[in-house]
T-cell receptor, first 115, second 115 residues
Framework: AQTVTQSQPEMSVQEAETVTLSCTYDTSESDYYLFWYKQPPSRQMILVIRQEAYKQQNATENRFSVNFQKAAKSFSLKISDSQLGDAAMYFCAYSPGGAGNMLTFGGGTRLMVKP | EAGVVQSPRYKIIEKKQPVAFWCNPISGHNTLYWYRQNLGQGPELLIRYENEEAVDDSQLPKDRFSAERLKGVDSTLKIQPAELGDSAVYLC?????????????FGQGTRLTVV
């Protein structure tokens, strides 16, 4: 079974600074996808960024980028120029290819942004 | 475009009572998911539908939980009878699954409290 581990229960960052959230996963599959989701207090999960395992290039979306280390099974999220609106729970998630987008989530990291 | 709609947002019931949650997915999405999110944890998949067919319900406690997706659109998740340990947020998500991976869109969830 696949597992996703987020070792940082809480992280704090100063507004306009950069923060990196860690995620490791375990799988024997070669075809899979990795995601970072943001969950604000409204509870609605919002996709931040995704990475296809077959792509070597790290995904980027504006201020958000990932460091995908396939051999190490590591998938970290970097948030640059942090904003107050970035404060939320962040979940790393894994989906095997051809599995209908079923997601296995990590335990989450609470990100606090200090003004 | 309307997102995934769930109701109710909150529900408080006494143990041993029945409860039902409703989900209206994004129009045209063929796949629907129910996740349960315990406090301080990541969501866990309960059941996945492809159109009307439940294709993965291995994590659904079938002695007390049931689900249906009539006409491949709306879905209901029922618990009967509820137990104290069922207190959690129940999230519904939908996606259009075909070639490759597509984004799963989440609703705002139903927070269930069993007293």
């Amino acid at each position: 079974a696949q597992t996703v581990t987020q070792s940082q229960p809480e992280m704090s960052v100063q507004e306009a600074e950069t923060v990196t959230l860690s995620c490791t996963y375990d799988t024997s599959e070669s075809d899979y996808y990795l995601f970072w989701y943001k969950q604000p207090p409204s509870r609605q999960m919002i996709l931040v960024i995704r990475q296809e395992a077959y792509k070597q290039q790290n995904a980027t979306e504006n201020r958000f980028s990932v460091n995908f280390q396939k051999a190490a099974k590591s998938f970290s999220l970097k948030i640059s120029d942090s904003q107050l609106g970035d404060a939320a729970m962040y979940f790393c998630a894994y989906s095997p290819g051809g599995a209908g987008n079923m997601l296995t989530f990590g335990g989450g990291t609470r990100l606090m942004v200090k003004p | 475009e309307a997102g995934v709609v769930q109701s109710p947002r909150y529900k408080i019931i006494e143990k041993k009572q029945p409860v039902a949650f409703w989900c209206n997915p994004i129009s045209g999405h063929n796949t629907l998911y129910w996740y349960r999110q315990n406090l301080g944890q990541g969501p866990e998949l309960l059941i996945r539908y492809e159109n009307e067919e439940a294709v993965d319900d291995s994590q659904l406690p079938k002695d007390r939980f049931s689900a249906e997706r009539l006409k491949g659109v709306d879905s209901t998740l029922k618990i009967q009878p509820a137990e104290l340990g069922d207190s959690a947020v129940y999230l519904c998500a939908s996606s259009l699954v075909g070639q490759g991976v597509s984004e799963a869109f989440f609703g705002q969830g139903t927070r269930l409290t069993v007293v």
